[in-house]
């Protein structure tokens, strides 16, 4: 409960400021999004700066309340933990490879989660999108549910960017499902695919001086 009553705070709190017509915060695609009844989902989507999580969390609608995984350094002290594990924050070691923080997704995503994935590792300072890893693509796989691309533009500057009421947007394409192979097993020449295959849909969403290595386009969103 003190989770949603946080999350629906933040929700409305920056909603408020879209509403008034300060922040210029828009959405596109809603209608991509599949019904939140049909089960969990992995959000993957670019990553410019931190406010790119609430931006995407409050431009969603409610119902798609995201979780998200988190350094596990975030959990070190109990206030931060009680926060973070209330908005629904999965704690991941980074560097290697966390078996417990993937087996956690995992199950959260067949218990209906969105699940919010930066495939590129890490923060763009440029806004220009980056080599994607491939993630997002095994824990689709592997709780059969389907990846939305999404990408975030105009976030480079982060809250002073908002205050300034820099444009901010936020595209959502088409989901899709990605098929387990026969053995779970997923060769590294079908991974190499499948994450290109990723990272050009969320291209396809940029603006094309923001696609990076992934300019030249031949998927539609």
Not at 26 to 48: D, F, T
Not at 86 to 115: F, H, Q, W, Y
Not at 177 to 192: E, L, S, V
Request: aromatic share 8%; proline share 8%.
């Amino acid at each position: 409960m003190a989770g949603v009553l946080m999350y629906g705070f933040l929700h409305l709190t920056i909603n408020f400021f879209r509403l008034i017509g300060w922040w210029r915060w828009r959405i596109e695609g809603v209608a991509n999004l599949p019904p939140r009844q049909s089960g969990g989902m992995v959000v993957a989507i670019n990553h410019v700066n931190w406010i790119d999580i609430p931006a995407v969390g409050a431009l969603l609608p409610f119902v798609y309340r995201l979780s998200w995984l988190g350094k596990a350094e975030l959990f070190d002290r109990p206030i931060p933990r009680w926060f973070f594990v209330n908005m629904k924050v999965i704690p991941i070691n980074r560097g290697r490879r966390d078996m417990a923080a993937l087996d956690t997704s995992v199950e959260k995503l067949r218990g209906g989660a969105a699940l919010l994935i930066f495939p590129e590792g890490h923060r763009s300072r440029t806004g220009i999108l980056q080599t994607g890893r491939g993630g997002a693509i095994r824990l689709a796989m592997q709780s059969g549910v389907p990846i939305v691309p999404m990408a975030i533009s105009g976030s480079e500057h982060g809250l002073r960017g908002a205050w300034l009421r820099n444009p901010l947007t936020v595209r959502i394409g088409q989901p899709y499902i990605i098929p387990p192979t026969q053995n779970g097993k997923i060769p590294a020449d079908m991974m190499n695919q499948l994450t290109e295959d990723m990272m050009q849909r969320i291209a396809a969403l940029l603006p094309e001086e923001r696609r990076g290595a992934y300019a030249p386009m031949t998927v539609r969103p």
